[in-house]
């Protein structure tokens, strides 16, 4: 079945450091794919998108392509703050959301 | 805040017992969504109803049961409680036609002792 692989947390990273946390997808066709944040406390929140092969999702500062050849979609970031901190979803559609296990992102100052 | 609103925000209650989580989602969205989070199962998708109808279903246990008022409200009752139904719930609504675009709830916390 369609599924979504996502890197393990959590990510410790420092203020102004470089993101990537990795997304791969199985999936037959072409699904959309999404990027979504929890903060602490919160629901989620869709951070952005990308509805077909090579294009880039952008919201932010975060961005993300979606790359039909790997079937991935990883999520970047040039410089983080600690209001990053967050975990972050990686997910595709298939008549429904179908998410990954999320990644919890630390951002010390 | 996203505009879906959820109500317990927390509720702990006992093995075999039943609840209902009740969710109103964003004026104008007629599309439901329910979810569970938990440690081991991730986020899951449960079930979608839209306009009162029930539009999806996805992992959702015989136990539990959802449905949508004409007012669009929704209400998942849990039923037969166990310790592993201890999980996060999110309700999430989107707008016709949008629906790739789900707004989500603060979700209801349930702990079964």
């Known amino acids: 079945g369609d599924s979504v692989t996502q890197m393990e947390g959590p990510v410790t990273l420092s203020e102004e450091a470089f993101l990537t946390i990795n997304c791969t997808y199985t999936a037959t066709g072409y699904p959309s794919l999404f990027w979504y944040v929890q903060y602490p406390g919160e629901g989620l929140q869709l951070l952005l998108k990308a509805t077909k092969a090579d294009d880039k999702g952008s919201n932010k500062g975060f961005e993300a392509t979606y790359r039909k050849e790997t079937t991935s979609f990883h999520l970047e970031k040039g410089s983080v703050q600690v209001s990053d901190s967050a975990v972050y979803f990686c997910?595709?559609?298939?008549?429904?959301?179908?998410f990954g296990k999320g990644t919890k992102l630390s951002v010390k100052p | 805040d996203s505009g879906v609103t959820q109500t317990p925000k927390h509720l702990i209650t006992a093995t075999g017992q039943r609840v209902t989580l009740r969710c109103s989602p964003r004026?104008?969205?007629?599309?439901v969504y329910w979810y569970q989070q938990s440690l081991d199962q991730g986020l899951q998708f449960l079930i979608q109803y839209y306009n009162g109808e029930e539009r999806a279903k996805g992992n959702i246990l015989e136990r539990f049961s959802a449905q949508q008022f004409p007012d669009l409200h929704s209400e998942l009752n849990l039923s037969s409680l166990e310790l592993g139904d201890s999980a996060l719930y999110f309700c999430?609504?989107?707008?016709?036609?949008?629906?790739?675009?789900?707004?989500f709830g603060p979700g209801t916390r349930l702990l079964v002792l």
């Open positions: 999430a609504s989107s707008v016709e036609g949008e629906w790739e675009t789900q707004y």
């Open positions: 997910a595709l559609t298939r008549g429904n959301l179908i």
């Open positions: 004026s104008g969205d007629l599309s």
